[in-house]
């Protein structure tokens, strides 16, 4: 049975293939680095022009729950709250604080955007 020159040297082999997979890195992170990220159109932030206040639970109220509520929300171009996702804060809370963004409107852009929205409940 013949060998080739690389398997008859197996310490030589695996050297090579670490500095291939190390060029491999260097060539992808050497290209990362070269490509700037500039913040897309959609990611501009708008202020709010009218607030609705949240609506307190009725078991948050018993519960004597306050808090916050962080959400994601999607706004259309014309200002308009078109979605909200919750991102953190007691789930007591949330509903009532989606229902209270949704009625939210925004400055209008040129654009859909994604904010971010901080509810606070507090007694």
């Known amino acids: 049975m013949e060998t080739t020159p690389l398997e008859s040297r197996p310490l030589l082999a695996r050297a090579l293939c670490a500095i ?3 060029l491999i ?4 992170l050497a290209a990362a680095q ?3 990220v500039q913040p897309l159109p959609s990611e501009t932030h708008r202020k709010p022009v009218q607030k609705i206040e949240p609506t307190y639970p009725e078991m948050a109220k ?7 509520v962080r959400l994601s929300l999607k706004v259309a171009p014309n200002g308009k709250v078109v979605s909200a996702e919750v991102i953190g804060g007691h789930p007591v809370l949330a509903r009532a604080a989606i229902d209270a963004v949704l009625h939210w ?6 654009q859909q955007t994604s904010e971010i929205a901080i509810v606070n409940f507090e007694r």
């Open 25 to 28: 890195v260097f060539v992808i």
């Open 62 to 68: 018993a519960l004597k729950l306050v808090g916050t």
């Open 34 to 36: 070269t490509t700037s």
């Open 20 to 22: 291939a997979l190390a």
């Open 105 to 110: 409107r925004y400055q209008a852009g040129a």
